[in-house]
């Protein structure tokens, strides 16, 4: 089994973060899971970790973003087109994948123009994160 760093988990729905949060703290697929309510919050964040990675030299940014698309106050659209101006943000070293119940096909293009390559469909399951961390990373626990 693989274990990751860190997971940010993206999500206005409270329901399913509790959920998500079970999942993944019960799977052991990561020492820390962040929790944002909107794309803004998650923006706010990864600007904290990356302004600390600059300044300290420890690099606690998330290596997994799971995404919701439709959220309030700064949707993973906007989220997405924001993530590309967070200083010091490596998009190379953090993978992000919606997690969404919207498999509009307009949705999913427009998630994939603004990078995005992987795609989870809700509900989140163990086996789901367990494949995406698979693929992504070579840390073995």
Do not use: W
């Amino acid at each position: 089994m693989k274990k990751i760093a860190s997971i940010l988990l993206v999500d206005d729905d409270e329901t399913t973060n509790y959920i998500s949060k079970l999942i993944i703290t019960r799977a052991g697929l990561t020492d820390e899971l962040l929790i944002a309510m909107n794309g803004r919050e998650a923006i706010e964040l990864l600007n904290e970790r990356c302004q600390e990675a600059t300044s300290t030299g420890v690099n606690k940014v998330p290596q997994l973003v799971l995404l919701d698309i439709n959220m309030p106050v700064m949707d993973g659209f906007m989220f997405l087109d924001a993530l590309q101006s967070v200083e010091g943000f490596d998009k190379d070293a953090v993978v992000v994948a919606v997690l969404t119940t919207s498999l509009d096909a307009r949705d999913i293009a427009k998630v994939k123009n603004l990078g995005v390559t992987e795609f989870i469909s809700k509900p989140l399951t163990k086996e789901s994160l367990e494949k995406l961390i698979d693929r992504h990373f070579d840390v073995t626990l």
